[in-house]
């Protein structure tokens, strides 16, 4: 009983930072998929550089402390997507209206469906198993197969330093980044100042699912917004982190509704 008391009045203590979080909720996509892919269409016809960021309530627990990623995130450059319902349920019990979640696989099949298009595009890919990177590639290659690969590092054999300095000289249009939040998101916001154009992308899992070696939830359970207990099903040892990001993300969404009501 005392450490439930001892957990909960933990969280309690978790602190809305106003501007930081409404800067985010602000900055946020709030309109339909199709309009986010509109928008990736033309991002990448005219050769824009972008990086988007697809928020769950661990990016916003992280921003809510991490001053250095929250600057980051609210860079002109940067494009932040709700993945995830708890992000456009608790943007929703603020006050703003959200279409819907735009998740990580999406938006890598959204990109490499318009990039596929154009028969001059470079795409680079980094992160994840080595095995599953030798799948994503083949998959590339089989699906999208104008497109130009001019890397392919795993996750887990390579020294980031010298993954980017091979992004930098290769000037790719398409970078994806699966090396889990938040250290795609750090990695990425560290070196986009080196890069002259590009869409740069942490894609988390996505490599494992579209690779073939990860299932995503069956179609109902995506549209019932089940999604994270599929996930948590197959993975338990994800449950501690789910059920930590989640719980302080309540309350400081309670918090953050509280001062909006004050
Ligand atoms: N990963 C990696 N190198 C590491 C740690 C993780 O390449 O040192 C990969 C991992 O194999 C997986 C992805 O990063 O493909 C993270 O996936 P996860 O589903 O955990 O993403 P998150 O939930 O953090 O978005």
């Known amino acids: 009983m005392l450490t439930t008391t001892?957990?909960?009045s933990n969280y309690?203590?978790?602190?809305?930072?106003?501007?930081?979080?409404?800067?985010?909720f602000d900055?946020?996509?709030?309109?339909?998929?199709?309009?986010?892919?509109?928008?990736?269409?033309?991002?990448?016809?005219?050769?824009?550089?972008?990086?988007?960021?697809?928020?769950?309530?661990?990016t916003?627990?992280?921003?809510?402390?991490n001053t250095e990623l929250h600057n980051h995130l609210l860079k002109d450059d940067v494009i932040i997507v709700p993945d995830g319902i708890g992000v456009v349920k608790?943007?929703?019990?603020?006050?703003?209206?959200?279409?819907?979640?735009?998740?990580?696989?999406?938006?890598?099949?959204?990109?490499?469906?318009?990039?596929?298009?154009?028969?001059?595009?470079k795409l680079y890919l980094y992160g994840s198993k080595k095995e599953v990177m030798t799948d994503m590639k083949k998959y590339v290659e089989v699906k999208y197969s104008n497109i130009i690969i001019v890397g392919a590092k795993d996750g887990y054999n390579y020294n980031e330093n010298?993954?980017?300095?091979?992004?930098?000289?290769?000037?790719?249009?398409?970078?994806?980044?699966?090396?889990?939040?938040?250290?795609?998101?750090?990695l990425i916001l560290k070196n986009i100042s080196k890069m002259k154009k590009g869409i740069f992308v942490g894609v988390g899992g996505s490599?494992?699912?579209?690779s073939g070696h990860k299932k995503r939830a069956p179609k109902i359970l995506i549209k019932l917004n089940l999604e994270w207990l599929y996930r948590i099903s197959k993975e338990p040892k994800r449950i501690?982190?789910?059920?930590?990001?989640?719980?302080?993300?309540m309350f400081l969404i309670k918090e953050g509704k509280r001062r909006k009501n004050d």
């Open 240 to 249: 501690k982190r789910f059920c930590q990001n989640n719980i302080k993300f």
């Open 6 to 8: 001892i957990y909960i």
């Open 207 to 210: 490599f494992d699912v579209l």
């Open 90 to 121: 608790a943007g929703n019990i603020l006050g703003y209206d959200i279409k819907e979640r735009i998740t990580g696989v999406e938006i890598v099949d959204s990109l490499l469906h318009i990039l596929n298009r154009h028969p001059d595009k």
């Open 162 to 186: 010298e993954v980017f300095a091979e992004i930098v000289k290769t000037s790719p249009d398409l970078v994806l980044v699966a090396l889990g939040i938040p250290r795609q998101e750090e």
């Open 27 to 58: 900055k946020l996509f709030k309109k339909s998929y199709d309009d986010f892919n509109k928008l990736l269409t033309e991002l990448i016809e005219k050769k824009q550089k972008r990086v988007i960021v697809t928020a769950n309530p661990e």
């Open 60 to 65: 916003f627990i992280i921003a809510n402390t």
């Open 12 to 24: 309690n203590s978790i602190r809305w930072k106003e501007d930081f979080m409404r800067m985010i």
